[in-house]
């Protein structure tokens, strides 16, 4: 007999509730309680209320569910379009909130289950993002259930340095409003593009406090140095509308990643303009040229790559400057020819530059130059100037208009040293960690109180005496713009703060001495901007439209550039240039105690858990002749030798990266210890370094990540640094790298072609692989439509004859046949789909030992290839070309991990979904290993239920906290360990669609037409799921839409089109797999007067010289080897 | 030693004879120095009988700490989880497949001295079948536990079986894990029942010859109330020779099925149809190599010097290097397939294993697979006894390379190369895999030491005074 | 040499086999009976804190399964009602019986004058709203595994009645585990749903059997009605993993 | 209380059993039984007796094991729950056949070794013949004629006689004793 159900396990639902159960017996969960259910008594007073009072009621019943408990805040909240008027259990909700961020908030749709946000998406209404997210976004939900977040407010305890009290928020308020009126009170706030917060901040500077604002990663300072340079009040923020574009030139600019705001809308404007379905789309294809430094996605996305160090851009920028202008007539004599001469250093590249001129200016005014936000000031006005001169300005790139900047730290700190502070609030941030340059032991003494508001304690914590808890951006009320201005969005809270925070306008609204809420005052804020519109429509749509103003007048770049200083020597070999860059997993620190984001690999370094000071092959070369024991290339082994496979860029000791650690220092104090890693694609005297992790003071996932690289951030906050000099410590660190081969070795995996050979052979891709030249796979129906073969699975060679894609022991084939065709030419490689995948499917984090073990877990993984034909021998190439695949599983029609399953746990089901039967697997992983793809993922542990560092104690290891099990996804099964997972297409969401579909068309005809039983018809499309309905979440978070999911057995469907392509491949085809998910071709467009111009993609090129190895020989071969091909 | 020296003119025609000229042959007699059935008798039931030997104690004891290894590690698998093994992925399938192959190869050995030779009319495995098949059966449950813990839940195992459920959800016999289930569960079983079936008619000679009761009542109902009747015999040498003939594909096929683990795989280096034969081969030599390792060391201890006889060493050095050559003929004709094939997958996947990152893990193979038993065609090396016994540990670490290099090889470097990875064992890897040789002591020792090391009543059946014509042809 | 066993050992392989056999049987028709789902879960029935009687509400005075499980035909989860759906009834009828206790403390918590507003000394913990009480805690009672995903509304709505796999819940006075509800239980249905199939508006009828039957042969009536409503409806409940597991 | 069972007559070699069990057929005894230490060549044809009957039951345990193989396999993929397994056919001669073989080859082995019991009556651990005082050297060196008292040609005293005429030593009365 079942174990009698307890009351207490009953109310408190699962096992993840006991965080909450735990806290119960603390004084503040009972006061939550209390502000949890307060309505009962005024519940009949309107239709939400009573709404909100049956989701408390059903939430309670259901609590043996998992769903219960959380708290709903105590405004209402208003739906989404499509979520019901009330809320039921099971069902999901939506609401419209952004996400905010100095860099622009981003409005968002968020998913939640009874109360519990569990999934971000992008807001579709606004339309530049066209509802995709930011990684960053996607992982921001696992910071509201971070067990390490501030709790409650903390006061340094009068017994000892170490010790806090823990103290209410109503303490907290008393204090501040105290300390206000003691006054000389300064903030120094992290920059936001809040507009409520703006209007709070206005107030408080009225009322005599200092107002500052500090960035680590200050993406707002170029257009401060634009409109200072250009001499206007305020700044100019280059907004690049490359929807417009065809030709796009990027100088140190990483617009497409992480590094540059709106990367976002940049890149799904950019990447649509190189969708290319036919050769009429190829000829209008856009064209990017990227000269930068460091690799970075928009490198790798590039059709034209120039290696240069980023001190070199001022050179580089006059020298293309000079070259426009004379191209375009525009300028005096004297202007070119300081332009040249101040562009004299970039004459070795010369011919690259005129080229690109040239080329820029046949396409003037759809054609875009963007300067990468850490370059000085001159490269941005004369990128303006450019802009200018190729007459885009207003086209495909505006520059508007923006406030004057904050007092920044450094007024901040001469305010201090004149004693005019006593207390010092930090609104957010962690200024302590990163502005390392600043004398903080004087600030202390200077200041009697400190103050920190944070979402966690952090070592500007450490710095102060009072830390007060943030709630999260989904606990909060806010609103602000999008980066382009061209918006307002909401910041609407999902649920109540979950632990006892304040949100930094409840905080400004307490020093202002204001009693109302932030519910009303961002309500009213939006009253006073609009009449027409309701708050709640506002709510609703999430997003209300703003006209910003720009600024188009014309400049006259030499007066503006007359007097500038030296330009700095170009860096060598010994007197090395460091860039410094936001991190990928922490950005400036901020995510570095978040999972997801550590595990998620760096896009093109592919670490994970760690940063490494990356170094071009140059380099590395030189270091390796300087300390021949350094270690640091792997000794050549008789395959690289010989060029069977391509030397590693790292040393692997047992599978796990051994990188050298070396010191890099300007000066006696700043210096920096990290771990080195060759990086392709470097310009040779650049080191890469990020900031953001190696943090003092950070939760349990952060704690010992990386290495610290703020002390090279100077006081002038330059990320630019130069002089450095590089020595090894002579130690070692373990790299969690996730990909330990960087070539594709000339296999035809992911195929590429330029735009050029795609014109004339819009199939070049089936031209290629082992199928290209083996007997067809499907045989005699190798013509056969699509929906012929996804339901019948034609027998082709194959000696045995395939069962129909049918329901059990009937003629009828499922209703749809799922497919999948990732556009390997939309994909940047931002790794968002990896993210998501996580956040959707349950997936668990292993921490860095366990991927050191190559155990990760993504279900989707973005395979990163450098490819090159210059490769000599055991050399590592420096010139490359990135190509990035997403893959995850295939779901094969003729798959080889089912037939090798004893136990039938993964099978496939009528509608061609590979199904994975997590409760039916012994874990044999015999799947895994026969995946010729190799996207099954083991649970080699309980990763959900033990602790990361505690996984080998069995169980005697401590439990998880329980506390992130809220943000899991219940429509998906969290899997134990010992069992086999994999890539779903997401089967919860086909499900749940299909179930409403029905439900729906079942519900319209009782309804429509009276009749009932057996007098209801249904044709077969009434209960059948449109197309476009189902989104995987790899898919919906895409800023590209690269990805497409769909019904192939419906010849409309996009997928069904795009699978229809001439580009359209499959990987390892020849192993009649019949793989659902395909590809499309990559297809590049090289400009072929540049010096580096190939006629084939350097992938294309491999493949070919390893294929045919007789057709090799110097120059123009590739389009021989194709024609070889076609014989 | 004595031989004799037979002419065989008076038997066939004289004329021939003169015309061929034969060269004499000599006929080295199975058992030496002209032993009676009852010094056999004697011989062997001694060893059973005597009082046991303080370096059994001490093998026993030491054998048993060593077995231990396997059951911590086993414990601490199935507690913690398969993590704490060194399998990834890409190599999902580490030590552990490895070890269940090496073993399920050496198991081979025993049935086949049975089976095969038994059908083939070899006179000279009747001294040695016992205790092969012993190694047999004690090989192939050393094997099972790999298998059945390797797997993420044990405690679901039971799912590979046929057994109906209320989950209405059956195996799938599609699987080559499947096809192992059965192949391993009916080697096993009718080794044991093979290897106890020929034991019967010993064990009632032990039991007629007991003094100690607790004997007379073990043997007595392990013999099942054999009385040595001419009918027993008849249909006891009927069932014999069935079950040889029956042992023979099965010992072929169990191989064969493990082999389809690795070939019915598409992978690169797996997917090939030699691996059967050159499995088989592999699993005879490998199995040769183990009886010659646990036997030179019982014929010494045991002074068995009339029973195996240096003819039988100089048979089981000539199959180990007749399959030896077989196994290395295998790794040559699987580079030039590869070559010839012309799959640039399949290409890589070889000389990836000669050459890449595992390429001391094949040398070593090749050494001692290919190259030692070639060193069994010199007389000298064959008549040195010791030197024997080393070359066949040889063996058996050659074949345990092999199956490594199988297994790893492939999984590290596949397909994809991003997927490409790396596969080291931990420590629970290494004791449990060495407690199963601890464990395999275990059970020989205790079968050494209570049970009939070999089949009297078939070595007094090749002694000449079996000849119920009183030796007259 | 004498004969060591006795000779009724003779028999005793004979015995043994037979013994074996029984026992085995035995065995094996035990666990078929007692370790399955049909004898584990079926009878449950634990006493719920308040004693609710279905029989009564739903049976005599014909409650509709939807007015208090109002998610069942909209969500996957059937829902179990909070305190003022029953306190809609109760706030009049048997409003101070001692057995409502329990909803009663939970509808009005702190409101202990139960006149919806906020009086004197009735905000007991001072936060200036009336708190509710306690949740009810009733005992659950069907409960599939946590990889099983289960949708209420699709079966609702797709003609499969409450009494498939809850019985006839109007005729407990106590509501007790009535199906085994295991994956055969469910696979069963999933493979023949025309012995099941039923017009929409009679899904919560759990009296309901297929009018003007012959009465001979009933369930071939309805068989054929099933099949009709199957054809008709496109109902193809499936059959492979991803039906229920996710 | 004992019952007759036999007369035993031992021999020394091989030979001269088999010499003698060639003589007790001709003098047309049908209910004896040699026994040997050793399965003695030729010793069936000498005693008149035909070939074994164990291949019968090898032969059904064969064809047992092959059906219930094709069965199971029929039945649980492609009959009861037939699932899309790698595009392979839900039920092949050809897929499982290494399931057949096994359970051809096991079921064999169950036949052969029970139908060998069986048609041994083994296990019998009570047998008159244990009660003869040197039984125990049939299984060392010793051979052994018997002659059961239920041969329609037994005599108390002329077969005992007989015995010793075709070279049989130690002749010994077997008694079985009844309580």
């Known amino acids: 007999m079942i174990k009698q159900v307890t009351e207490e396990t009953l109310v408190n639902g699962k096992r993840y509730w006991k965080s909450l159960d735990d806290l119960a017996s603390k004084p503040s969960f009972k006061n939550w309680v209390e502000r949890e259910f307060p309505e009962g008594a005024s519940m009949l007073e309107g239709v939400q209320r009573r709404g909100f009072m049956k989701l408390m009621a059903a939430s309670f019943g259901l609590a043996g569910l998992g769903m219960t408990g959380c708290r709903r805040p105590e405004h209402t909240i208003l739906p989404y379009g499509k979520s019901p008027e009330e809320l039921i259990p099971g069902v999901p909700n939506y609401y419209a909130t952004s996400m905010p961020s100095a860099q622009g908030y981003t409005p968002l749709i968020v998913e939640s289950h009874e109360g519990r946000p569990t999934k971000i998406e992008g807001n579709p209404s606004y339309i530049p993002n066209g509802g995709g997210t930011s990684i960053y976004a996607q992982a921001s939900v696992l910071d509201l259930y971070d067990p390490d977040r501030s709790k409650s407010s903390l006061k340094r305890s009068e017994e000892g340095e170490d010790s806090w009290d823990v103290i209410s928020s109503d303490q907290v308020k008393d204090d501040l409003v105290n300390l206000m009126k003691e006054g000389k009170v300064a903030i120094l706030a992290e920059k936001s593009s809040s507009t409520a917060r703006k209007v709070l901040s206005k107030q408080l500077i009225e009322k005599g406090v200092i107002w500052s604002e500090y960035e680590a990663i200050d993406l707002n300072s170029p257009e401060i140095k634009l409109g200072s340079a250009i001499g206007i009040d305020g700044g100019l923020r280059l907004i690049p509308n490359l929807g417009k574009a065809s030709r796009v030139l990027a100088l140190d600019c990483d617009f497409l990643g992480n590094r540059e705001p709106f990367s976002l809308a940049n890149t799904r404007a950019l990447m649509k303009g190189r969708k290319v379905l036919s050769a009429k789309d190829a000829k209008k294809m856009n064209r990017l040229y990227s000269v930068e430094s460091d690799l970075t996605i928009t490198g790798g996305v590039a059709d034209h790559r120039l290696r240069l160090e980023s001190s070199q851009f001022i050179a580089f920028a006059n020298l293309l400057a000079a070259e426009i202008f004379t191209i375009r007539k525009s300028g005096t004599n004297a202007e070119i020819e300081r332009l040249q001469k101040r562009g004299q250093a970039a004459e070795t590249h010369a011919k690259w530059i005129k080229e690109c001129a040239v080329d820029l200016c046949t396409k003037h005014k759809s054609s875009v130059i963007l300067p990468g936000s850490h370059l000085p000031e001159e490269v941005h006005l004369i990128c303006y100037a450019i802009n200018q001169v190729l007459g885009c300005i207003g086209r495909t790139v505006k520059y508007q208009a923006t406030e004057k900047a904050a007092t920044n730290l450094l007024s901040l700190q001469k305010a201090v040293l004149k004693d005019e502070v006593d207390t010092l609030i930090f609104l957010g941030g962690n200024p302590v960690h990163q502005a390392s340059s600043l004398d903080w032991g004087n600030f202390s003494t200077k200041i009697s109180n400190k103050i920190h508001l944070g979402d966690s304690v952090n070592e500007t914590t450490s710095f102060c005496d009072y830390h007060i808890g943030q709630s999260h951006y989904l606990e909060s009320w806010d609103e602000g713009k999008t980066w382009d201005g061209s918006a307002i969005v909401p910041v609407q809270p999902l649920l109540a703060p979950l632990f006892e925070t304040i949100s930094d306008l409840e905080l400004l609204q307490v020093l202002l001495g204001s009693s109302q809420n932030t519910y009303d005052f961002v309500k009213s804020l939006h009253e006073k901007r609009s009449s027409t519109n309701s708050y709640d429509d506002f709510l609703r749509l999430g997003i209300e439209k703003q006209s910003p103003s720009y600024y188009s007048k014309e400049i006259s770049l030499l007066e503006l550039i007359e007097n500038k200083e030296e330009l700095p020597e170009p860096p060598t070999l010994d007197n090395l240039e460091v860039l410094l860059i936001p991190d990928f997993h922490s950005w400036d620190g901020r995510y570095a105690n978040n999972g997801w984001m550590q595990e998620c690999p760096d896009p093109i370094s592919k670490l994970t858990w760690d940063n490494a000071l990356l170094i071009s092959p140059a380099l590395a070369k030189m270091l390796e002749e300087k300390y021949p024991t350094l270690g640091l290339l792997p000794e050549p082994t008789m395959l690289n030798k010989n060029g069977e496979i391509a030397p590693d860029a790292a040393n692997f000791d047992h599978g796990k990266q051994k990188a050298p650690i070396v010191t890099l220092s300007i000066s006696e104090d700043q210096t920096i210890e990290g771990p080195i890693y060759v990086q392709p694609g470097l310009a040779d005297c650049s080191i890469i370094a990020s900031l953001g992790l190696g943090r003092s003071n950070v939760g349990r996932v952060g704690k010992g990540t990386g290495y610290n690289a703020y002390p090279l951030l100077g006081s002038n906050f330059d990320r630019i640094v130069s002089n450095v000099s590089i020595e090894p410590t002579g130690e070692f660190e373990t790299l969690a790298n996730v990909q330990e081969h960087w070539s594709m070795e000339g296999r035809a995996i992911v195929r590429e072609g330029n735009a050029e050979e795609y014109i004339t052979d819009e199939a070049f891709a089936s031209h290629m692989g082992a199928e290209s030249h083996s007997p067809k796979i499907w045989g005699k129906d190798q013509e056969a439509d699509l929906k012929f073969k996804a339901q019948t699975t034609p027998r082709g060679n194959s000696s045995y004859d395939h069962p129909d894609h049918n329901y059990e022991k009937s003629e009828t084939p499922g209703l749809h046949q799922w497919g999948m065709a990732i556009d390997l030419n939309q994909c940047t490689g931002c790794s968002a789909c990896v993210v998501a995948c996580q956040s959707e499917n349950n997936i668990p984090i292993v921490g860095k030992d366990q991927v050191l073990r190559g155990r990760e877990m993504h279900w989707i993984r973005l395979d990163r290839y450098f490819s090159s034909t210059a490769r000599d021998g055991a050399e590592l190439p420096s010139d490359v070309q990135v190509s990035f695949q997403g893959v995850a599983c295939m779901h094969c029609e003729t798959a080889p991990c089912e037939t090798v399953c004893p136990v039938n746990a993964t099978v496939h089901d009528e509608e061609g979904l590979n199904a994975m039967a997590y409760n039916r697997c012994v874990g044999t992983r015999y799947c895994a290993n026969n995946c010729p793809y190799k996207v099954r993922r083991f649970n080699f542990f309980d990763w959900n239920k033990r602790k990361t560092d505690e996984l080998y104690k069995g169980p005697l290891g401590e439990e998880n906290d329980p506390l992130p099990s809220m943000g899991k996804n219940p429509d998906v099964t969290v899997r134990m360990r010992g069992v086999m997972e994999k890539c779903t297409y997401c089967v919860q969401r086909i499900q749940e669609s299909k179930i409403q579909v029905k439900v729906k068309a079942q519900r319209n005809a009782l309804l429509v037409t009276g009749k009932d039983g057996g007098d209801i018809e249904l044709s077969k499309d009434d209960i059948k799921v449109p197309d476009g309905t189902i989104k995987t979440a790899c898919q919906q978070v895409c800023p590209s839409d690269s990805i497409s999911f769909g019904d192939l057995s419906d010849p409309e469907s996009e997928v069904s089109k795009l699978k229809n392509n001439p580009r359209d491949y499959s990987v390892l085809g020849y192993l009649n797999t019949r793989p659902r998910t395909t590809f499309l071709a990559k297809v590049r467009n090289p400009n072929n007067r540049m010096p580096d111009f190939a006629s084939s993609p350097h992938a294309a090129r491999e493949y070919h010289d390893k294929a045919h190895p007789a057709h090799h020989e110097e120059g123009d071969h590739a389009s021989d080897t194709i024609k070889g091909e076609k014989h | 030693m004595s031989s004799k020296v037979t002419d065989q003119s008076d038997v066939i025609s004289p004329e021939l004879m003169n015309k061929v000229k034969p060269a004499k042959w000599e006929e080295v007699p199975l058992v030496l120095n002209n032993r009676s059935f009852h010094w056999v008798t004697e011989k062997i039931c001694g060893i059973v009988e005597q009082k046991t030997p303080t370096w059994w104690w001490w093998c026993f004891i030491t054998a048993l700490s060593i077995a231990s290894f396997t059951g911590l590690g086993l414990v601490y698998l199935v507690s913690t989880g398969v993590g704490v093994w060194g399998n990834n992925n890409p190599v999902n399938w580490g030590w552990a497949i490895v070890n269940f192959v090496f073993w399920i190869g050496i198991g081979h050995a025993g049935t086949l001295i049975s089976a095969v030779l038994c059908l083939l009319k070899q006179k000279w495995r009747t001294s040695i079948n016992r205790a092969s098949e012993a190694m047999t059966v004690f090989a192939v449950i050393c094997a099972g536990i790999f298998p059945l813990f390797h797997v993420g839940r044990v405690w679901f195992a039971w799912w590979l079986f046929p057994i109906p459920n209320a989950n209405a959800i059956w195996p799938q016999f599609r699987s080559p894990l499947e096809w192992d289930v059965f192949a391993v569960s009916t080697y096993a079983t009718v080794s044991i029942l093979f290897w106890y079936m020929g034991m019967i008619p010993d064990l009632a000679i032990i039991r007629d010859r007991a003094k100690e009761t607790w004997r007379k009542y073990f043997y007595g109902v392990l013999a099942m109330g054999w009385r040595n009747a001419n009918n027993h015999w008849r249909n006891f040498e009927m069932a014999y020779l069935l079950l040889a003939g029956l042992s023979t594909p099965l010992v072929l096929s169990v191989h064969t099925i493990v082999s389809f683990d690795f070939a019915v795989a598409n992978l690169p280096g797996w997917h090939t149809t030699i691996f059967p034969p050159y499995f088989v081969a592999g699993a005879i030599f490998s199995g040769f190599g183990m009886v010659l390792t646990l036997l030179l060391p019982l014929r010494a201890i045991f002074r068995l010097h009339d029973l195996i006889t240096e003819k039988h060493i100089h048979n089981m050095c000539k199959i180990i290097l007749a399959t030896g050559s077989m196994v290395g003929y295998a790794y040559a004709m699987e580079f030039f397939i590869a070559w010839y094939g012309a799959n640039s997958y399949e290409g890589f996947a070889f000389i990836n294993r000669a050459f890449g990152n595992y390429w001391w893990a094949y040398w070593i193979m090749v050494s001692c697979n290919v190259i030692c038993p070639q060193l069994f065609w010199f007389k000298g090396i064959i008549n040195n006894i010791p030197l024997v016994w080393i070359i066949s540990i040889f063996v058996n670490i050659g074949m345990w390379f092999e199956r490594f290099v199988i297994a790893n090889t492939t999984l590290s470097r596949d397909f994809l190369p991003s997927s490409w990875g790396y596969y080291s064992p931990t420590v629970v890897d290494l004791f449990t895999f060495f407690g199963t040789f601890g464990f395999f002591s275990v059970l020989f020792l205790l079968f050494i030491r209570f049970l009939p090391l070999m089949p009297m009543a078939e070595v007094k059946s090749v002694m000449p005074a079996a000849d119920p014509h009183g030796g007259k042809h | 040499m004498r004969n060591l066993f006795p000779s009724w050992v003779n028999t005793i392989p004979v015995k043994v086999i037979l013994s074996l056999g029984i026992i085995g049987g035995t065995v094996t028709a035990g666990i078929t009976y007692y370790a399955t789902p049909k004898y584990t879960r079926v009878g449950y029935q634990p006493t719920q804190p308040v004693s609710y009687d279905h029989s009564f509400h739903a049976g005599q005075l014909g409650l509709d399964c939807r007015y208090c499980h109002h998610g069942v035909d909209k969500s996957s989860h059937a829902n179990i009602p909070g305190a003022q759906v029953c306190m809609s009834c109760h706030k009049n009828i048997k409003a101070d019986s001692p057995l409502l206790a329990p909803i009663r403390d939970s509808y009005f918590g702190e409101d202990t004058n139960r006149d919806g507003i906020l009086s004197e000394g009735e905000d007991s913990n001072g936060d200036g709203s009336l708190n509710q009480g306690p949740a009810v805690p009733w005992v659950r009672i069907h409960k599939t595994p946590d990889y099983v995903y289960f949708n209420h509304a699709i079966h609702v709505n797709r003609g499969v009645s409450c009494v498939e796999c809850h019985g006839r819940v109007d005729k407990m006075k106590v509501v007790h585990h009535d199906k085994p509800l295991s994956m055969s239980f469910c696979l069963e249905c999933h493979r023949n749903p025309e012995k099941s199939l039923r017009p929409m508006k009679e899904v919560t009828n759990l009296d309901w059997s297929l009018p003007n039957s012959n009465p001979d042969n009933p369930h071939l009536d309805q068989i054929h009605a099933g099949l009709d409503i199957k054809n008709k409806w496109g109902v193809n409940p499936p059959l492979s993993c991803t039906g229920c597991h996710r | ?179």
């Open chain 4, 1 to 179: 209380m004992n019952i007759k069972y036999g007369v035993a007559a031992t021999f020394n070699s091989a030979k001269s059993l088999f010499d003698a069990a060639g003589k007790v057929r001709e003098e047309g005894y049908k209910e004896w039984e040699c026994y040997t230490p050793i399965p003695v060549h030729g010793l069936d044809a000498q005693m008149g007796i035909g070939r074994s009957k164990v291949p019968r039951f090898t032969l059904a345990g064969g064809i047992t094991g092959f059906c219930t193989g094709m069965l199971i396999v029929w039945y649980m993929n492609a009959f009861d729950y037939p699932l899309i397994v790698g595009g392979k056919p839900y039920f092949s001669m050809i897929y499982p056949f290494p399931v057949f073989y096994e359970l051809t080859i096991l079921f064999a082995a169950f036949g052969t070794l029970f139908g060998m019991f069986f048609l041994n009556r083994l296990p019998r651990h009570n047998h008159p013949i244990f009660e003869h005082p040197s039984f125990g050297r049939t299984g060392d060196d010793k051979y052994m004629i018997v002659i059961e008292v239920e041969d329609h040609k037994f005599d108390d005293e002329a077969t005992p006689a007989f015995l010793k005429d075709v070279g049989g030593k130690s002749i010994t009365v077997i008694r079985e004793p009844v309580n």
